[in-house]
């Protein structure tokens, strides 16, 4: 069976119309009760950077969920991290004001039961995970795309890293790789999509990098062929974003895949993003004898 990924030229004017598009294309299950969406909050950043889940974006998103699932419990999740706490960053980025409209509920998982989960990981043989995502019959992981000065792209795999319980993920950085697939292991999104509207790139993503505008919406429900994809769309070839080959040797999902819609074979050289390759191989060996905080 083939990994398709679906791709939409989009701006913020279209946004609606063409949400909606991409969710018929990824044809969803007819039924849902429980619907979660692990959406970015990595820091006190607007959406004009690029950083963070868009509000427009998911007011798109949530208003072509409800379309679909008009009786559906729904919500969107964050977690707290080592410098946020997501119930003030819900309300700073602005979904605060969209909730209300379509019967939604914004989550902070750090107050959500967390159960345990064995797997068999590479960094985890056991891993806490939130109970509410592994009861909801949809998850979907709801991604901007970036570079990262630590994975190189953050994406649909690398948004779920925020569902590990620990506040301090920064514990975890030496094992980033590992640990991103562990999580997505235990938690298996069904679907992913992308914000890769405005975009954000250089060496100081994910969160103090530059705005990029790409315009387009990327889905599928094979997350690692969706991150393959975004990695080509930013200038990299796959096969060296280590969590994205890790994922899919636990058998997350394939690197290879079909494009539908929009593009076609020259995408790579429209989008490249701006990445200092010397700076992250600077960077990965600083961490690597323990320098922290890069």
Not at 176 to 189: F, G, K, S, T, Y
Not at 241 to 270: C, P, Q, T, W
Request: with cysteine.
């Amino acid at each position: 069976m083939k990994s398709y990924v679906y791709v939409l030229k989009t701006d913020f004017s279209s946004v609606h119309r063409n949400m909606m598009k991409l969710l018929e294309f990824l044809q969803l299950p007819t039924k849902a009760d429980k619907i979660a969406i692990k959406i970015n909050l990595c820091d006190f950043r607007l959406r004009e950077t690029g950083a963070v889940s868009d509000p427009l974006v998911v007011d798109a998103l949530l208003g072509s969920l409800r379309k679909i699932y008009p009786s559906s419990e729904i919500f969107i999740v964050e977690n707290d991290a080592s410098g946020t706490l997501a119930d003030v960053l819900f309300s700073y980025v602005g979904f605060t004001e969209i909730v209300d409209k379509y019967k939604v509920k914004c989550i902070n998982l750090a107050h959500k039961q967390w159960i345990s989960k064995k797997i068999d990981g590479y960094y985890f043989k056991e891993i806490e995970i939130p109970k509410i995502l592994d009861d909801a019959d949809l998850l979907i992981t709801h991604p901007k795309l970036k570079t990262s000065s630590l994975t190189k792209i953050t994406c649909s795999l690398k948004n779920m890293f925020g569902c590990i319980r620990t506040k301090r993920k920064y514990i975890y950085h030496k094992n980033i790789d590992e640990v991103i697939a562990d999580i997505n292991l235990a938690l298996r999104p069904d679907y992913s999509i992308v914000d890769a509207i405005l975009c954000h790139e250089g060496i100081w993503g994910p969160a103090y990098g530059f705005p990029k505008k790409v315009g387009l919406l990327i889905g599928g429900n094979d997350i690692v062929a969706v991150d393959a994809f975004c990695s080509k769309i930013a200038g990299f070839n796959p096969f060296f974003i280590r969590h994205i080959r890790k994922a899919s040797r636990k058998g997350l999902g394939r690197m290879s895949f079909e494009v539908r819609g929009d593009l076609n074979d020259v995408y790579r050289k429209n989008y490249k993003f701006d990445f200092n390759r010397l700076l992250y191989y600077t960077f990965k060996i600083l961490r690597k004898i323990g320098i922290e905080g890069i």
